[in-house]
């Protein structure tokens, strides 16, 4: 298939990566012409800052900008019969009814433009404003990885709220414990042996049967000292507000 990328940041660039090595991605457009050119140079791809030089020939156009920057761009986009799809986990595909052929091809990942990542087994969304659309974008899919879903607007929203928690939100956690252990003189790397163990054990069994820690024991003395602790060495963060927070919810969480 012929593809037009529309962005060149973390996700444009992964997916015209693991894209290119079965289609042929044509352009790519970017408002900063440098950041179009620097990824088409690498897909051997012709590069635009213009939207309006967009071609119209393509069969799929995948649009990956931020999500508040989709509507306005979809509203200058030049009219195509190739189909329209956005890579948001967010933004409804309604916005894309102008267009006769729409959907979603959402890589339910986190992406980096400079790290090597393997798409064999990311999970890619598919939504089609009919049949026929699904089916192309399902194709486009099956291409790159082993794992896909058909998923409405409802459903993806929900899911994205979910890897805000499991992704977004926990890395901000390391960031808080490298924090920490930072101030204890220790390295960030002797919590990797526990953190992989801890995300096995939640994916083999449950993350409810496998919580483990003080407020899963409910143990207040223990809490205590690590909230004095917090309060004493890291008030100005508001950490021990947040230790507080989130261990009551477990202890909410734990079944008598």
Known sequence: MDIVLIGAGNVATQLGFALNKHHNITQV???????ASLLAGRLNAKATDNIESISDSADI???SVSDDAITPLIEKLPHTKGTVAHTAGSVSVDVLNRFENHGIFYPFQTFTKNRDISFNNIPILIDGDKESTTEQLLKLASSVTTNTYIVDSAQRLLLHIAAVFA??????????SKTISNSAELPFDILQPLVEETVSKAFETAPESSQTGPASRDDRQTMQKHIEILNSSFGDNNL?????????RI???IQP
């Open 61 to 63: 156009y995948l649009i």
């Open 251 to 253: 202890i909410g969480s």
């Open 29 to 35: 457009f970017s408002r900063q012409l440098t950041n």
């Open 167 to 176: 992704s977004n939100f926990t890395n901000h956690l390391y960031h808080i």
């Open 240 to 248: 021990a507000e947040l230790y507080k927070n989130i261990s009551k």
